[in-house]
């Protein structure tokens, strides 16, 4: 009815609404079967009791999804869970998006607590992936490549702390929302794979009402067709995306940096740049400038006819050292942006792209993505799409215990759990209140081989990972003494 007001989440198998109602949170349609139709029982089409070995692995799915966070990120607590991994893995029936449903779902609710949440796409290649185990049909431009890429869109708050993974194309099977994509008739995989990551964003932003939705991307190339795709009408959701460094015609005939160049300095920036194999860490500081633009389409938006305004970011770095190459950025989005706090927010948002660098490194370092996926051989993409949710709460940890001081140790370990962890990382009894969480996952870490040295206070993704599944054996140890 016009007065019906609506706060959660809302699931409906027909719907109509009067004008003037309102639904604030999230809206799953559920099937004829009485189940959401992302639901993890698409999983299996036959009743529970009749395939009682799959019963296992739909709860560990649900642990893997599970929005409590209570238990510690493993990939598997005893023989029980590994050979339901085995089942989930092997079954026919068993789908990526089937895997990822329930991780997905949960990410959109610990989402909802939020103001804003940014939406990063990047995107990695799994090198030495071999192409025998994909179907051609799928591979399409990279058959003849030697890895396999894929773009992840990661929900991160501005605060940095990662919240799950949106969506995985190149993993998913995303044939007929590929068709339906607004590209140009020269789009690539590759630009297909981008669109389809804003596309996932806007059809979360047109679904609910809070929190504030805005996809972030970082291209070295293929940005024209994401931006043609993020000015097109049917796209209404907020974006941010940084291009190369790079002049541009407008619509008037000028240049894009002869504008900019002539823009006042309307702020600065400064955050820690974070080492590398070729650089060093250091401290940079920018000067930011801001201009509304309407970029020339022939140039920017294959396709499209209308010219599109969009706001310019320019950040310079000041004084940069002559032996590294400067940090000079250019972003555009459809944010209005007029005053320096605006501009400086928005470039704090890029920078939660760091998160989508820890994540990859949790995937490549931690669990070791590129060794692991040969184990798997006729069911490459489920493993790999089961191993990217275990990276993301290996990630999620890390990040909590570094960035949310506060943040109760309940949220991420049972009583069982870090009780033991102290007890065998401290070697004496655990206290009746449970220590900082930051100090407990340092606890953990030392099971995996980490050494805190000085200055080296923030373990690795690698010794958390191998710490996580080494803690797990003692508790079921404890455990079975307890039962005892």
Known sequence: ASSARIHGTLYYGTLSMDDGAEIHGRMVRLGTDGQPVHSLNKLVTSPEAEIPSLSPSRRMLDKLGNTAVSNPPLSCTGWEETRSAFHLLSDPKATVDGILAKHINCTEARGVGYARVLCHQSRFEINDFSEENVNPQEQGDHSAKRG???????AVTPEQIPLGLLAIPGLEANAQAIKALPLSPQASIDDAAWALGLMRVNELANSISAPTLTYLA?????FRELLAVA?????????????PYRDGPLANGESLFDVLDNASILGEIG??????????????????RVARVV?????????????PSVVALLANEINPPTDEEPQDWLLLTNIPTKTSNEAVERLRWYLSSRQSDAYLKVLRTGLRIEERHADQRNRAKLH??????????????????????ETP??????????KAIYLISQRQPAPEQPPALIDLVRMVASLGGFVSRGGDDHPGPSTVWVGLQRASHLVEAFSEQGAD
Not at 218 to 222: M, S
Not at 385 to 400: D, E, G, K, N, S
């Open 384 to 405: 790999l799409a089961y191993q990217m949710v275990l990276a993301w709460r290996v990630t999620y940890l890390i990040m909590l215990a570094k960035e949310s001081q």
């Open 409 to 418: 140790i309940e949220q991420v370990f049972t009583s069982e759990e870090w």
């Open 231 to 243: 000015t097109h009408p049917d796209c209404h959701v907020d974006w941010l995306i940084r291009i």
């Open 295 to 307: 970029l020339d389409a022939n140039s920017w938006t294959p396709g499209r006819t209308k010219d």
């Open 148 to 154: 396999m890429p894929l773009y992840p869109l990661l």
């Open 271 to 288: 955050f820690e740049q974070p080492v590398s194999r070729t650089r060093r860490s250091r401290m940079v500081r920018q000067h930011v």
């Open 218 to 222: 970082d291209l070295e190339t293929g």
